[in-house]
């Protein structure tokens, strides 16, 4: 009879050779047994119970014995607070389930550690199960816990089992291990397939790494439109570049492609359709870069008066504030230009900095035109041609006639032309003869094949051309004298000048068909561009008195209906180094597919003009910042007591 009331029968080895078991001897030590072995899996159940010691105590007469090789060590714990010197000694299964029980209250007011406790309190029921489940207590030394060992309320592989005794027969008990709690996410990743700065597209398609600011903006069509496509960035990172040049109507393009070799092997670049798949100009490409196949063309003519002189700033003519977007081709036609060709032309490239080249410009003595592209476009630009025309009586003086640049984009044909007609208030006649010879004698396109031949015609230029702009000095006037048009202009309200447009020269002429056939102008709603005294907006006050007119035009011609669409169209007052204003016109034209016989002008543009305005614009921007600083440093403060 053990201290506790349970009874204790000796055991007997000869009893387990002969074949009986050992729990048949003594139907009360059976009684026990199952008692002890009820109690311990209804303490597994739930770790919330309180363990009673008393059901489970470790034999006297054991404590000595021999252990397993693989049997837990567990240190004896320190006595509980409750007991004295004298009191009972508390088993070690008890202390082990008092610290496991502690260590599950302590994680369940921290939802971050409630799945390290579970595991662990798991981990362990595994261990101890064997040794439960027997139905007998366990025969454990004392032994010294370590500190770590309490707080994750877990054994270690080598703390629980000892290397210098080692028996295969016996089955290896299983460690428990540490499991920490689950990170959370501060955020929420984007989409692969909107995120153009992720590393599988960038190793796709080889997006350079200081171009990493796309920024999806929508889906239209068949494409994603990205905005904003910077492509030098090491002139961005030493210059002061504005937001309206940095943006542009069409910089909305997709991502790069990757290329499959069965396109290479079925793709020709010599001979093309227009349906068929993978052509160099086709309609997979142009949708890929234009998906609502819309291109915008800025155009501006300007009569200079032949001024040394040019305006310091050129942003109000080329990069107006009241518009969105810059376009996508600049057109500039100059009538009595400056003595300087090149040095104007330095100037256009410093104003629309690095995003635009100058693919083309002709001269015809003082008549200018300059074409600049989008320098991420010039690959879909074919060769331009040019040609001029003079309609003086003596060709060696070159101050009236015309010039036209020509050029196919994708499978649609541009011509611009810039002109000076015969001046005078009632020289109609002469001027409608200048139109009749430039349409005959301008000898465009020479080898750019002709879109739709159909509709061409030898006698007119400009039927050979889908898309054609027509801009310049035609010198057309007002037919009411000086005095009644300034009346007329003091009562016009706002910008409603429907009342001198009805005695414009030009818009009769083409109402009756005699000249610009075919042609359209958008609505007018700014006042006469001539006849200015420079550096002011009085009109003429020198003895001639000239009359206020719209001489400074800019007409366009489509062949087919509703391919070209204004934006914008009105005149530049800021600009008063000329007796003319200049004359701006904003479009939007529709493109279509082109072939691959197309010839193309394999990107070439004026690269020793390019650098020159670049190093002027940076070289202005770094003045602008010195005079910024010393002006700061110059400033006081006073203070009035």
Same mark, same amino acid.
């Given at each position: ?242 937001? +309206? ?217 400009? +039927? ?171 400033? +006081? ?5």
């Amino acid at each position: 009879m053990s201290e506790h009331g349970d009874s204790i029968v000796p055991f007997n080895p000869a009893e387990l050779r002969s074949g009986e078991s050992a729990c048949k001897t003594d139907i009360n030590v059976l009684s026990v047994d199952l008692r002890t072995e009820k109690s311990n899996k209804e303490e597994l159940k739930d770790i919330k119970k309180p363990y009673d010691g008393t059901k489970l105590r470790q034999d006297e007469h054991n404590k000595d014995a021999k252990l397993s090789p693989y049997q837990p060590r567990p240190p004896s714990l320190p006595k509980p607070a409750g007991l004295g010197m004298g009191g009972k000694n508390i088993s070690f299964e008890e202390k082990v389930w008092r610290r496991i029980l502690r260590s599950s209250q302590e994680s369940l007011t921290d939802p971050g550690e409630m799945g390290s406790s579970t595991d662990s309190l798991k981990d362990t029921t595994s261990v101890n199960g064997q040794g439960l489940a027997s139905g007998r207590p366990l025969d454990l030394p004392p032994m010294e816990t370590p500190p770590f060992m309490i707080r994750t309320g877990s054994f270690s592989e080598t703390d629980m089992s000892p290397c210098e005794h080692f028996d295969p027969n016996k089955e290896r008990i299983k460690p428990s291990r540490i499991i920490l709690s689950p990170l959370q996410l501060t955020g929420t990743y984007p989409p692969l397939e909107n995120s153009a700065a992720s590393t599988s597209l960038r190793t796709t398609n080889r997006i350079d790494k200081d171009c990493l600011d796309y920024s999806v903006v929508g889906r239209k069509g068949r494409s994603e439109r990205l905005q904003r496509n910077l492509s030098d960035s090491r002139l961005l990172d030493t210059m002061v570049s504005d937001n +309206t040049s940095v943006h542009s109507m069409k910089s909305t393009y997709s991502v790069l492609n990757p290329i499959r070799p069965r396109d290479v092997r079925n793709r020709s670049f010599l001979e093309g359709s227009v349906l068929g798949n993978g052509a160099l100009l086709g309609a997979e490409e142009l949708d890929r870069y234009f998906p609502e196949r819309r291109l915008g063309i800025y155009v501006a003519t300007w009569n200079m008066q032949g001024e040394k002189g040019l305006p310091y700033n050129l942003d109000d003519l080329l990069l107006p504030t009241d518009t969105d977007f810059a376009q996508d081709v600049y057109i500039i036609g100059v009538q009595e230009g400056c003595p300087d060709r090149r040095e104007w032309e330095i100037r256009l490239q410093e104003t629309l900095g690095p995003y635009y080249v100058m693919l083309y410009a002709a001269a015809h003595g003082v008549l200018y035109l300059t074409m600049f592209v989008r320098r991420d476009l010039i690959w879909f630009c074919s060769e331009v041609e040019h040609a001029t025309v003079t309609t003086r009586i003596i060709s060696q003086i070159k101050t009236k006639g015309a010039v036209g640049i020509c050029f196919t984009f994708f499978g649609t044909s541009f011509l611009f032309i810039t002109s000076h007609f015969t001046s005078g208030d009632s020289k109609i006649y002469e001027r409608i003869l200048d139109y009749n010879k430039i349409i005959e004698a301008l000898a465009l396109p020479r080898n750019l094949p002709d879109t739709n031949p159909y509709r061409s015609t030898t006698c007119d230029v400009t +039927t050979r051309f889908d898309e054609v702009f027509w801009f310049g000095d035609f010198n057309f006037r007002l037919n009411k004298a000086r005095v009644e048009v300034e009346a007329i202009l003091n009562q016009c309200i706002g910008a409603d000048m429907s009342p001198l447009i009805q005695h414009d020269q030009l818009l009769r002429e083409m109402k009756e068909g005699s000249i610009f056939k075919g042609f359209q102008e958008a609505s007018i709603h700014f006042p006469p561009t001539y006849k200015y005294d420079i550096g002011c907006d009085v009109y003429d006050t020198t003895t001639k008195q000239r009359t206020p007119s719209y001489t400074d035009r800019i007409l366009y011609r489509n062949r087919q209906a509703d391919d070209i669409k204004v934006i914008k169209y009105t005149s530049c007052s800021s600009i008063k180094t000329s007796d003319h204003r200049p004359v701006i016109g904003m479009f939007q034209v529709k493109l279509r597919p082109g072939r691959d016989n197309i010839p193309l002008g394999a990107g070439q543009f004026d690269r020793s003009l390019y650098l020159e305005g670049i190093r002027r614009r940076i070289t202005r921007e770094l003045k602008k910042r010195e005079a910024t600083m010393k002006n700061q440093n110059n400033s +006081t403060v006073c203070t009035i007591s």
